[in-house]
């Protein structure tokens, strides 16, 4: 490890290596790279052609099962090493304080209330939320798998601030791309082991001591297998409920490959549809899918509208609810990962009612201004800040996936097509200035040399018996997506970005 770690904005920049933006140089080492990925499950299923025919005019029906390397960066992207740590050592403090938050039916309430009809989406979530409060379902315990992704903010015009993880999100509910990830870090450890980049570096170096383990392509099998031990039926089932369709399905088998290798758990992919349509519930409430009990339903859908297009969506969502089968996520686990709850506790005095005041500070540390976009004095202020100078904001609706937020000059415009009631639904968020960097992303075995910029995500693992006690609370590994810096968004399912590895510096 280098003895010099970046303390100020201008040692993270100066010490960063520098890549050629000349592909050419690479393109010998493409199809080994593309091989590596294929070899090693780095992989997604391609894209449905809707319509395409053969020259005789036939169905190309071979694509329903052609698969495509996912898209990765063909080299790491630096992150401040200190920051990292840092991060790192947070998550088991916001793995208590979402437990807390999911706990405390006063502050949920009162938070989401706000928001009324405007989002209809959260809405219903709400609505089912507050049923089964209502019926006070007994449940065997409870489980979260989280992400909690930051930026780092670096400003180039302040080079002697230090540089900072600031929290863009903290997801509850299907947080992807875990086994990849783990994947992706070891790609670019063999690539260096085998290349030693010295056809991508024009100034600097990259050791194997700068590539961080990451225990994500095991933590999550590990964790959900944790939680289904306290269901107290070993001939169970897990569910996983997943998007009809799904491309990132390899992400998804990985965790299912541990479950059955490691822990003899066996795992029934589902669609809510389908949980509606299979499953059925006997008087205790326990839930079966062809005579199999079903101890866990781990969602990897469920986190947009798009995913509940007919009732029978929401009937087999509902359905695992009210059942026995503890789900990933509960319906309060959902609701707390919602922006209008980022938003909430960003206000003074609202973490500290959660966690211990020298824990809040660290919780406060990684925050940015966030502010609401009601009727309030604060959010009529805000709404002004937004339309005067929207180039240092970010709307956000209460919304995972990717594709929902607006930025810059495309605010004024959204929020005048608003009505003040609409306008709940949204919140406004300071802009976090993270700096570019030039790297070179590959993507269908095409490389592409960009600016760009990386979101870090650290994997957060909580499990909590009925009785309260906590059987597991860590983190469990980290997630790196790197997208061109003039591409807002970042989600690799949505297209936006590809999957990265930190180089710590």
């Known amino acids: 490890m280098s003895s010099r770690l970046a303390e100020t904005n201008s040692e993270f920049l100066s010490l960063r290596p520098q890549y050629t933006s000349d592909t050419g140089k ?39 099962s052609a698969l495509i390397p996912a898209p990765v960066s063909f080299a790491p992207s630096p992150v401040p090493r200190k920051e990292f740590e840092k991060v790192v050592s947070l998550q088991p403090i916001l793995n208590l304080l979402f437990d807390k938050i999911s706990q405390d039916h006063e502050f949920l309430t009162s938070t989401l209330e706000s928001i009324g009809s405007a989002d209809e989406f959260t809405a219903r979530i709400f609505s089912m939320y507050e049923e089964l409060h209502r019926l006070d379902v007994a449940k065997p315990g409870v489980i979260g798998i989280h992400r909690s992704d930051y930026l780092i903010h670096a400003p180039e015009s302040e080079p002697d601030s230090s540089p900072k993880a600031k929290q863009v999100e903290f997801n509850t509910i299907a947080s992807s791309f875990a086994s990849l990830s783990s994947i992706v870090g070891d790609f670019h450890r063999y690539m260096l082991a085998k290349t030693g980049y010295k056809d991508l570096l024009e100034s600097g170096v990259i050791s194997a001591d700068q590539l961080p383990e990451n225990e994500s392509l095991t933590s999550i099998g590990d964790a959900i297998a944790a939680g289904f031990d306290l269901y107290g039926n070993n001939d169970a089932v897990v569910v996983m409920v997943v998007q009809p369709r799904e491309r990132n399905v390899f992400d998804q088998r990985w965790v299912e490959k541990r479950l059955w290798e490691r822990h003899q758990i066996a795992v029934v992919r589902l669609s809510f549809a389908e949980v509606n349509d299979k499953c059925t519930a006997n008087s205790n409430g326990r839930l079966f899918i062809d005579g199999k009990e079903i101890a866990v339903a781990y969602y990897r859908s469920g986190y947009a509208p798009t995913d509940f297009p007919t009732e029978k969506e929401w009937n087999g969502r509902w359905i695992i609810e009210k059942s026995r089968t503890i789900s990933i996520p509960n319906l309060a686990y959902h609701l707390a990962g919602c922006k209008k709850v980022q938003q909430v506790l960003a206000q ?87 700096p570019g960097f030039k790297n070179v992303l590959m993507r269908e075995g095409k490389l592409i040399s960009s600016e760009v910029v990386s979101e870090l995500g650290i994997y957060g693992l909580w499990i909590r018996s009925a009785d309260g006690r906590v059987i597991v609370n860590k983190h469990g590994g980290h997630l790196l997506r790197t997208k061109a810096s003039d591409v807002y968004e970042g989600g690799v399912a949505a297209g936006f970005a590809v999957i990265d590895s930190p180089l710590l510096v």
């Open 348 to 434: 003074p005095g609202v973490v500290e009612r959660q966690v211990y005041i020298d824990e809040a500070a660290r919780v406060r540390e990684c925050f940015v201004g966030l502010y609401p976009l009601d009727g309030s004095a604060e959010g009529q202020q805000a709404y002004a800040d937004a339309m005067s100078r929207p180039a240092d904001y970010v709307v956000k609706p209460q919304r995972e996936g990717g594709g929902y937020n607006t930025y810059g000059d495309d605010i004024p415009g959204l929020l005048e097509g608003l009505s003040s009631e609409e306008r709940k639904a949204y919140i406004l968020m300071d802009l976090i200035r993270a």
């Open 26 to 64: 690479l393109t010998r080492h493409v199809q080994a790279a593309v091989d590596w990925e294929a070899t090693h499950g780095l992989l997604l299923k391609a894209p449905k052609i809707e319509g395409q025919l053969l020259s005789n005019g036939g169905s190309v029906e071979w694509l329903d």
